[in-house]
C-alpha cells in the first residue's frame, strides 16, 4: 500500500511516502525550495517523494493531511467572534488567511496530485504528532503526550499506544487541553517578548535561560494556573494572541515582566537589562519543565508504562526532556527527530496505514536520515568549475585525512547519504569541530554561523563512550540518539571539551549507534585515536537564516561563503588551501 | 506529477469546496446550540472564499467582484 503524507500552511511543511508500512522518503519542503521554515504546500516536497518511490501519484492508494483544515477554520472562527469587537483586526487578517487556499486541501490536493476524492484522508494533528512520535519509536507500549503551540482545538494530548509486531496497532488519546490554553504558546509569548521569531527562537529562549536564575518564576506561575484535574490554563489577561496579530502579550504581562526586547537589541548579560532578559528565560524554562514533569508523572502513575513518547514542538525543549526522563517515573523516553509539524507528514501516513487501514505493524528503521542522497562526482564537477582540487578517496584514508584535519583545528563541512529529517544535523548534513576550545566555539559563532554568542553548540559521541564524557540518567543514551535531551558535562571533563560545554556545565549531546551514521561514528573513532578523546561539534550545516544544505552545490556555496576549511562530500573532500606539512601535522588540542 | 494549468487547477479547488463547507456547517451543527449560530456565517465566510479563489484563478471575473460587494 503507498501512502503520502503531507504537512503544510503552518510552519515547516513536508511531505513522507510509506510504501507497504515502512518510509522510503521524507523531506521538508524548506530543504527544496531554499525558504527556512517553508510552509507552503510542499509541491517539491511531493515530486521528490514520488521520484524517489519511483511511483506516480496516480499509483497511491491514499494521501492523507495532517490535521482537518475545516476544524482548524471553525477554531479560528470561533476565536475571532470570542474576541469582537476588539479582535475585528484578527477576524480579518484570519479570514484573509484562510479563506484562499488554507480551508481547501481536499481540492488542492486533487488539483495537484490529480487523485480522486475519496482516496484524500485526514487525520488530526495531534494525532498525527502521537503517531510520529510512536509508531516510529523501538517501544511496543508507551504512553504518549503531544503538546505544541494548537492544532485545530487541541495544544495538548495525552494518551498510549500499542502495537504488537506484525500485528495491529491502537493510538488512543485519552484526554486533551484546548486552545487557547497551551504550552507552546506560553513559551513563544516569551519567545516574541524577548525579542526572538516564534517558531524559530524557541532554541534562542532555551540557551538564553542558562546564563539566568528564575527570580521571575513566581510571576510566571500566576500566567499559567493549574487545574484540579491536574492539567493548566492560561491568565488569558496576561495574553493577547487569541485577539490580536499584532502581539501576543498584553499590557498586564508588560507591567508584571517590565519593558519587551526589541528584535535588534543585543542581549548584553553584563548589563541589568540583559541579565533581565537572560531570568526571565530561566524562569519560563523552569515553569514549562514544572509543568511537564507533573503531566507526565500523573501519566506514569495512571498508565503503569515504562516508555514515553513525546511529540509536538515542546518535545524539541532538549532541558525539559532530560528531566522528564529523571523526574517522572518512565524508563524510557522517546523523542523522534522531527517532533514538530514537518513530522506530522509521516505520522499522518503512518497513522493512515497502521490505524485507518490497519495494516500490520513493521519495525522502523531508528534513524532520521529519509531525505534526497548525495550524487557521486557532484562535488568534483563544482570545485572544478571553481578552480579548486577536489581529491576522490578511499574509506579509511577519507576517515584518517577528515579526523586530522579536525584535529588539527579546521572547521568541517561533512556531507554523507541522505539528509535527515527534523531540524537537527544528526550527522549527514554538519559541520564538524574539535569540541575543545571556546576560540572554536567563538569562532562558529563569528565567522561561520554568524549567530548570538549566547548559543551552545553540540557535541557527537559513539554511544558506548557517552557515560566516560557525560553525565548520563538510565534511558539518557536512548534519548539522545537523536539529539533530544541536554545532561551535565562531567566536571573533569568541561574544560577539555569547552565549545561544546554550556555556560551551565550542560550539552545536548548525540550519542550515535554505529549503525545510525557508521561513516561519522567511524570518524568519531579515528579521532578519539588520535587526540583521546572521541568527541567532536556537531552543528547543523547551514549559515543564520538558510535552511540545513541538501545538495552538493549548497554545501559547496555554504563552504565558499564563510570561514569553513574542508568540505567533505560522499568520497571527496576539498580544502580552501593546502597546508604544508609543518601545519598539517600541527595539533591544537587542548584536551 | 500530472503539472495542470492555473485555471484548471482552481476550477477543480472550486468543485470541492460544496463538500468541505457543507462539512463545516454539518460540525458545527452538530456541535449543539451553543455554536449552531455559526453555522450560517462559516457558509457565508466558505462562499465568500469560493469567490475569491475563483477569481484569482479566472482573471476575467476580476473586474466584476467589485459589483458584487
Not at chain 1, 92 to 97: D, L
Not at chain 1, 494 to 510: E, K, N, P, W
Not at chain 1, 537 to 547: H, I, M, Q, R, V
Not at chain 2, 36 to 43: H, K, S
Request: glycine share 10%; charged share 20%.
Amino acid at each position: 500500500m503507498k501512502i503520502l503524507g503531507i504537512s503544510a500552511h503552518y510552519h515547516d511543511s513536508a511531505a513522507a511516502l510509506v510504501v507497504d508500512g515502512l518510509p522510503v522518503a521524507a523531506v521538508q519542503e524548506e530543504r527544496l525550495s531554499r525558504r527556512k521554515n517553508d510552509a507552503a504546500f510542499p509541491l517539491q516536497a511531493i515530486e521528490w517523494c514520488l521520484e524517489a518511490g519511483g511511483i506516480e501519484a496516480e499509483d497511491l492508494d491514499a494521501v492523507v493531511f495532517y490535521e482537518r483544515p475545516m476544524l482548524k477554520f471553525d477554531r479560528i472562527l470561533t476565536t475571532a467572534l470570542r474576541a469582537w469587537p476588539q479582535g475585528r483586526g484578527a477576524f480579518t487578517h484570519a479570514m484573509k488567511n484562510s479563506l484562499g487556499e488554507k480551508i481547501w486541501v481536499r481540492g488542492l490536493i486533487q488539483a495537484h496530485l490529480g487523485v480522486s476524492r475519496k482516496k484524500i484522508l485526514f487525520t488530526e494533528h495531534h494525532q498525527s504528532h502521537a503517531a510520529a512520535a510512536f509508531l516510529t519509536a523501538p517501544t511496543t507500549e508507551a504512553a504518549i503526550l503531544t503538546t505544541d503551540g494548537v492544532g485545530e482545538w487541541a495544544t495538548l494530548t495525552v494518551g498510549r499506544g500499542r502495537r504488537t509486531p506484525g500485528g495491529a496497532t491502537a493510538i488512543e488519546l485519552l484526554r486533551e487541553v484546548r486552545w487557547p490554553h497551551s504550552l507552546g504558546m506560553l513559551y513563544s509569548t516569551f519567545t516574541a517578548y524577548l525579542g526572538f521569531a516564534v517558531n524559530e527562537g524557541e532554541y534562542k529562549v532555551m540557551g538564553l535561560a542558562s546564563y539566568g536564575a528564575p527570580r521571575f518564576a513566581e510571576q510566571v506561575r500566576k500566567t499559567i494556573r493549574r487545574t484540579a484535574d491536574g492539567a493548566f490554563s492560561l491568565d488569558l489577561g496576561y495574553f493577547e494572541f487569541h485577539t490580536t496579530v499584532a502581539r501576543s502579550y498584553s499590557q498586564t504581562f508588560v507591567d508584571a515582566f517590565g519593558p519587551p526586547r526589541a528584535a535588534w537589541d543585543p542581549i548584553d548579560l553584563t548589563t541589568e537589562a540583559g541579565q533581565r532578559y537572560a531570568d526571565i528565560a530561566a524562569s519560563v524554562q523552569l515553569v514549562l519543565e514544572e509543568v511537564l514533569i507533573d503531566l507526565t508523572a500523573a501519566l506514569h502513575r495512571e498508565t503503569g508504562l515504562s516508555d514515553l513518547c513525546l511529540g509536538g514542538g515542546v518535545a524539541l525543549n532538549g532541558v525539559a526532556n532530560a528531566r522528564i526522563l529523571r523526574e517522572s517515573g518512565f524508563e524510557r523516553l522517546f523523542v523522534p527527530p522531527a517532533p514538530g509539524d514537518a513530522g506530522c507528514a509521516l505520522g499522518a501516513a503512518l497513522y493512515a496505514d497502521r490505524v485507518h487501514f490497519g495494516n500490520p505493524d513493521r519495525a522502523f528503521p531508528d534513524h532520521p536520515f529519509w531525505g534526497p542522497s548525495l550524487e557521486a562526482g557532484e562535488l568534483a564537477r563544482i570545485a572544478d568549475e571553481d578552480g579548486l582540487a577536489v581529491e576522490t578517496l578511499g574509506e579509511a584514508e577519507l576517515i584518517a585525512r577528515t579526523a586530522a584535519d579536525l584535529a588539527a583545528g579546521r572547521i568541517l563541512g561533512w556531507m554523507d547519504g541522505a539528509s535527515e529529517l527534523g531540524p537537527r544535523a544528526l550527522g549527514h548534513r554538519s559541520i564538524l569541530a574539535a569540541p575543545h576550545s571556546a576560540q572554536t566555539r567563538d569562532r562558529l559563532n563569528r565567522d561561520i554561523k554568524y549567530r548570538e554568542e549566547f548559543r551552545p553548540f553540540a557535541p557527537v559521541v559513539p554511544v558506548e563512550q557517552a557515560g566516560a564524557y557525560f553525565e548520563l540518567p538510565p534511558g539518557g543514551a536512548g534519548l539522545a540518539r537523536f539529539m533530544s535531551g541536554v545532561f551535565p558535562v562531567k566536571p573533569q571533563w568541561r574544560s577539555a571539551l569547552a565549545a561544546v560545554t554550556h555556560v551551565d556545565g550542560t550539552a545536548r549531546l548525540q550519542a550515535l549507534p554505529r549503525e545510525m551514521a557508521p561513516r561519522l561514528y567511524d570518524l568519531l573513532v579515528a579521532y578519539g585515536t588520535l587526540t583521546g578523546v572521541p568527541v567532536l561539534l556537531n552543528t547543523s550545516f547551514n549559515l543564520a537564516g538558510e535552511p540545513i544544505v541538501n545538495r552538493v552545490v549548497e554545501g559547496y556555496s555554504t563552504f565558499r561563503r564563510c570561514g569553513i576549511d574542508v568540505l567533505v562530500a560522499g568520497s571527496e573532500r576539498v580544502a580552501k588551501r593546502v597546508w604544508t606539512p609543518a601545519e598539517a601535522a600541527g595539533m591544537e588540542i587542548e584536551a | 506529477m500530472k503539472k495542470r494549468g492555473r485555471i484548471q487547477r482552481q476550477l477543480i479547488v472550486f468543485s470541492s469546496m460544496a463538500g468541505s463547507a457543507s462539512d463545516l456547517a454539518r460540525g458545527l451543527w452538530k456541535g449543539g446550540g451553543s455554536r449552531r449560530w455559526i453555522a450560517p456565517l462559516a457558509v457565508f465566510l466558505c462562499l465568500t472564499g469560493a469567490i475569491l479563489v475563483l477569481a484569482a484563478g479566472v482573471e476575467a471575473l476580476a473586474p466584476f467582484i467589485y459589483a458584487i460587494f
